[in-house]
């Protein structure tokens, strides 16, 4: 069986070799002309492959990248003295030196300017650190005084909030004894008699207030009159 495959496979490839050879042959037709199914005639090769391929950069059909300076270099690298090219127009002009320079200065310092660059990152941080130190340290120092404040202003806080609660209550029953039922401290009606509360008791600090005086100015007359009267005898 193996036999007959291989037999098959040997009859198409040499079928399919004899019409390929037949398809490019020559034939004669009917009326005695030569025709030709298929044909190629390959043009000549204009360059020279023993010579090195110099660009003519006056010519109009030649690519712009091969008329530029970075063409020329690679010229000149690969064939020298060969490829007409003047080694001294090839040097970067003064300015396109400084540029290399600074760009190697950049981004390829010296391993001194390197050395010096990790001392001043180490200082930097070692400064940093130092003041992060510094300032734990006085903060640490104020904590007492921190701890003792917060303390004594959530103690005023609670006071605070403890008289004025004391304080809402007190209204509160003051307007329940005025008005003969509880009030929503909400009501136009209670903030207007707070402020009436508040006036009066303005009123009252005043007077007392001028009473006081009164009272001091009072005090310090006779004395005065006894001085004057053990100085006139």
């Not at 090195?52 to 000149?76: C, G, H, M, S």
Request: aromatic share 8%.
């Amino acid at each position: 069986m193996a036999a007959s495959v291989l037999g098959r496979r040997t009859a198409l490839f040499t079928e399919a070799i004899y019409f390929s050879l037949n398809a490019f042959a020559p034939r004669i037709c009917s009326c005695g002309v030569l025709q030709q199914i298929a044909s190629y005639h390959a043009k000549p090769f204009k360059r020279n492959l023993n010579e090195p391929y110099i660009p003519d950069k006056q010519n109009e059909k030649t690519p712009v990248w091969q008329k530029t300076a970075k063409y020329d270099r690679k010229l000149f690298g690969r064939y020298g003295s060969a490829s007409g090219i003047n080694p001294a127009t090839l040097w970067p002009s003064p300015k396109q030196l400084d540029e290399i320079i600074a760009e190697e200065k950049q981004w390829h310092p010296s391993l001194e300017e390197m050395l010096q660059n990790v001392s001043a990152k180490d200082k930097e941080l070692a400064d940093k650190r130092a003041a992060r130190e510094k300032l734990i340290a006085a903060n640490m120092a104020k904590m007492p005084q921190m701890v003792a404040n917060w303390r004594r202003e959530t103690r005023e806080a609670k006071e605070k909030k403890k008289e004025e609660k004391a304080k809402r209550d007190r209204l509160l029953a003051e307007a329940r004894e005025r008005f003969g039922y509880a009030m929503d401290p909400r009501s136009p009606k209670f903030q207007d008699m707070i402020k009436d509360i508040e006036k009066e008791e303005k009123k009252k600090r005043k007077l007392l207030k001028r009473r006081k005086r009164e009272e001091e100015q009072g005090l310090g007359t006779p004395g005065a009159e006894g001085a004057s009267g053990t100085a006139a005898s």
